[in-house]
Nanobody, 121 residues
């Protein structure tokens, strides 16, 4: 079994920063790509940022220049640094990882439970 646990969500004022973390635990043999999705009320889930094992990153245009994704492989953790937050960034943020377990021979996607980020004054 694999679990992804997110932390760092909450209420933040417009223009402020916030860092989300997501740590994986369980029967893990290897971790591939990691990323963050978000879903705002009444909207479809969108991919915000991804990072490969070689630290190649992709950031969606709507947050480029404000959000940064990084990973710490020794901690099995992915981070999302969000700066200059705007009300339209309000959403539930979900981390995801492609994980190979000890018993499986292929990578499978896993998601965290989601953490709410609310940008409001």
């Amino acid at each position: 079994q694999v679990q992804l646990v997110e932390s760092g969500g909450g209420l933040v004022q417009p223009g402020g920063p916030r860092r989300l973390s997501c740590a994986a635990s369980g029967d893990i043999s290897a971790i591939g790509a990691m990323g963050w999705d978000r879903q705002a009320p009444g909207q479809q889930r969108e991919t915000v940022a991804t990072i490969t094992p070689a630290d190649l990153t992709h950031i969606v245009d709507s947050v480029k220049g404000r959000f940064t994704i990084s990973r710490d492989n020794s901690k099995r953790t992915v981070y999302l640094q969000m700066n200059n937050l705007k009300p339209e960034d309000t959403a539930v943020y979900y981390c995801n990882m492609w994980v190979m377990t000890v018993t499986a021979q292929t990578y499978r996607p896993y998601w965290g439970q989601g953490t709410q980020v609310t940008v409001s004054s």
